[in-house]
């Protein structure tokens, strides 16, 4: 089944997108010049990616940090469902594209952390942000059955969507960072519409409606990227 959350993640894939997506058409798309390098949804042109970018306040910093500790997170989530049998189908697609959509965008975030002057955090630092599964839940992800494990982890993606929309939202007041403003922009826009098609998801992988998709205690974001 084709849903617009897994073509947004497959056309920021290939056009190297930061995080969530907008509508691929010719009309809005950055050219692949504008986007190589996968630094942001308005990557600048050839000529100006040379410059270095004006260093983020703290806002940018933790931002950039807190998105890279949902990725790692959301990595170890990816490879247990991809390692499963019984999982449905659009829920192995879109784990597959996602894992590779923020493997990119994570290490984007750190190219720029390091060009602004920056260490960048450990994401196993960071502890348990809002949104993310604790150990325990982590835990429950890794031993259940597919289709348990499905529900767990399109839960989890829906907390951090969540989690990540209001970071985004945060960090445009109180950020300075021309990157991460388009990058946040870009969560804001896309990422209300890629939760409606998680929950669709998950409403097919827990037909009982055993889980009600708010993401109270479970969830994976930024969508996402953009979560």
């Given amino acids: 089944m084709t849903r617009r959350l897994v073509q947004c993640a497959v056309a920021a894939l290939a056009l190297g ?17 504008e986007t190589a390098g996968e630094q942001t949804a308005a990557s600048p042109s050839a000529e100006q990616s040379t410059a270095e970018p004006e260093p983020g306040n ?7 940090n807190a998105i890279r500790a949902y990725h790692a997170q959301s990595s170890q989530m990816h490879q247990a469902i991809l390692s499963k049998a019984g999982v449905p189908q659009d829920v192995l697609v ?11 965008e994570s290490e984007d975030l750190q190219l720029l952390l390091v060009a602004w002057g920056e260490e960048p955090a450990d994401p196993a630092a960071a502890g348990t942000l809002t949104g993310m599964l604790t150990p325990e839940e982590l835990q429950e992800l890794f031993v259940g059955t597919g289709s348990e ?8 993606m829906i907390a951090h969507h969540e989690a990540t929309l209001a970071l985004a939202e945060e960090v445009l007041t109180t950020g300075t960072s021309p990157e991460l403003e388009a990058l946040a922009e870009q969560i804001v826009t896309a990422q209300p519409e890629e939760l409606t098609d998680l929950r669709e998801l998950l409403a097919d992988a827990d037909p009982t409606g055993s889980a009600d998709g708010t993401g109270d205690a479970e969830g994976d974001g930024g969508t996402g990227a953009n979560g």
């Fill in 94 to 104: 879109l784990a597959g594209t996602l894992s590779n959509v923020q493997g990119r």
């Fill in 58 to 64: 703290q806002a940018d910093i933790d931002f950039a």
């Fill in 17 to 33: 997108l930061l995080v969530g997506c907008t509508d691929p058409s010719p009309q809005t798309s950055p050219s692949a010049t």
């Fill in 149 to 156: 494990a499905s529900v767990i982890y399109l839960n989890a």
